[in-house]
């Protein structure tokens, strides 16, 4: 199972950004995909996370309004789209899955995103 982020780096406050996490290995189907955040000195938390046909989707309140998590499963991608980016989203973000029908969560390698103020 491979998951590969992309589409992190620096932006202005205010401003938007895409990341992408192309998934391999895996039935795409059958996994709940998340993205997660780490920032420096804190514990990684969920942002968001999309079932397969988005009959379950969830975020964080802290980014509620702002990101959009979604799917092409034709392309076995997920998206963060980010938009009206603050100080605080400045993090390492990562992505994950998680089978329906097994705890384990995989992890991709993460992507930095950097909003200067």
């Known amino acids: 199972l491979q998951l590969v982020e992309s589409g992190g780096g620096l932006v202005q406050s205010g401003g938007s950004l895409r990341l992408s996490c192309a998934a391999s290995?895996?039935?795409?189907?059958?996994?709940?995909m998340s993205w997660y955040r780490q920032a420096s000195g804190k514990e990684r938390e969920l942002v968001a996370a999309r079932s397969w046909t988005g009959a379950m989707t969830h975020y964080a309140n802290f980014v509620k309004g702002r990101f959009t998590v979604s799917r092409d499963n034709s392309k076995n991608t997920v998206y963060l789209q980010m938009n009206s980016l603050q100080a605080e989203d400045t993090a390492v973000y990562y992505c994950s899955a998680r089978a329906l029908t097994n705890p384990t969560v995989y992890w991709g390698q993460g992507t930095q995103v950097t909003v200067s103020s």
């Open positions: 290995g895996f039935t795409f189907s059958s996994y709940i």
